[in-house]
Structures are given as C-alpha cells and as structure tokens.
C-alpha cells in the first residue's frame, strides 16, 4: 500500500470544504435549525408523499429488450430511454441514466448506474471512457445481506492490470481510510486507428500532418510509448 499524495488527492474531482465569511456562516447555522426542526416535526414524511404523486416518466423500453435483460442487475431498476447512456462504440446498452442537478443557478453532472455484472465489466469501462468520467463513487459494499452487489471490476494488485476487451486498468495508487478507500487507477485504450486521427486534425487545422515522413513520426510516438508501457513493472 502506497500513501496516496497531497497532489493527487487535489486532482480529484472533489467538493472541497470552503473557508466562509461571516455572513455565509450565519446562512448555513440557519438553513441547519431549517432543517432540524423538518426532522423533528416529520415534514419529510410529508414531502416525501408529495413525491409519490408526481409524474415520472414510464419508458423503459431499452432495458426491456430482450438481449438487453440479461445485463441488468435486477428487473424492477431500470435507466429512463429519455436519460439512458448510450455506448457509442458499440451502440450497445448499459443500466445507467444521465443525471443532471440544478442548484442556485449552477448545474451538476452525473451517471447513475448498477454494480457491474460480469458480463457488463467491459461495457461499464467503455461508458467511463466515453463520457470522460475521472471520478467514480461506489456507495455499495461487495455483499450486502448476502447479496452480490457488485463484480469486483477493477485490478486487486498493482502488479498485473485488469486485462478488458478495448482497455486496460492499472491500479496505480490507493489508500485506506477509516469509512472509504481512495483506488487511483490509469484506463489505457489497447488500440486506436492513427491515420483516423490524424485525418481528423488535417481537417480541422490546416498544415497539420502534412508529409510523408510527419506522418511516420506519429507511428514512431506511439510504438515508442506502448514499448514503455511493455516494460512497467
């Protein structure tokens, strides 16, 4: 085990405590006795059967397909086909919606999604580097009530990397806390088209890539960094 540094720790994309002024603390001491007089009257009862009354959206079909019921994890939990998350690789799908929150004035993104299965492992990585995602939250345990919550989906050791399908997952650093684990972990693709990408700078730059012997130094690059790659220990 490694202790996970001060500067890796201030990558995460985290909400980090704020230093108020005085007025931003009076704020919050009231919003606090606001919401512990809720608790004690039991207005939260009462919101929450408000809740249950209003309109939701009711289309699942996606999840409901016939090969796509098998990869999910329990039949009554399913993503919204107005919020789901699409694979764009494979045009395939995963039990995971979008979620976005908006709160004064600012907005929130997030994926909601299952504990992956065994056979969604592979599809739970690609949905993570599609949308770009650099932090994940797993707020389950591995067993909860004798119940499988989850397919252990990233590398035990930092050693020997998760081999996957399109990707490889190092476990690069982690540290254990009292109530949490913080896992670092690096996602590199196994393969790429070059020519593709480089198609697509000459198209949005012009002068990019413009000879025969520019366009061998790309495939030099790259060998030269997945022979590094090769040789970590």
């Known amino acids: 085990m490694e202790i996970v540094s001060e500067r890796e720790l201030a990558q995460l994309a985290l909400v980090r405590p704020l230093i108020f002024s005085i007025h ?3 704020t919050i001491k009231n919003y606090f006795k606001m919401l512990e007089k809720k608790v004690s009257e039991y207005e939260i ?3 929450f059967m408000a809740l249950e009354f209003k309109n939701l959206p009711t289309v699942f079909h996606s999840g409901n397909e016939l ?3 098998d990869k999910n994890r329990y039949r009554d939990i399913l993503p919204y086909d ?3 998350v699409p694979l764009r690789e494979s045009k395939d799908y995963i039990n995971a919606g979008y979620i976005k929150i908006v709160n004064s ?3 929130y993104y997030y994926i909601a999604t299952q504990g992956p299965l065994p056979t969604t492992t592979n599809d739970f990585w690609q ?3 599609e949308n770009n995602s650099n932090v994940i939250v797993m707020i389950t345990r591995e067993v909860e009530g004798g119940v499988i919550k989850w397919h252990h989906y990233w590398p035990i050791s930092m050693k020997k990397p998760l081999e996957l399908k399109n990707c490889h997952i190092f476990l690069e650093n982690y540290q254990i806390l009292q109530y949490f684990i913080i896992r670092i972990f690096q ?3 196994k393969s790429f088209n070059i020519m593709n990408i480089v198609g697509q ?3 949005q730059r012009y002068g990019m890539i413009q000879t025969k012997v520019t366009v061998y130094l790309c495939y030099k690059i790259v060998l030269e960094v997945l022979q590094k790659l090769l040789t970590l220990k």
């Open 82 to 84: 107005s919020t789901r």
């Open 187 to 189: 996602v590199v693709k």
């Open 127 to 129: 949905m993570v580097l």
């Open 105 to 107: 004035g600012e907005e």
């Open 45 to 47: 009862t009462q919101e």
């Open 67 to 69: 090969q796509n019921r």
């Open 24 to 26: 931003e603390q009076s």
């Open 201 to 203: 700078m000459r198209e």
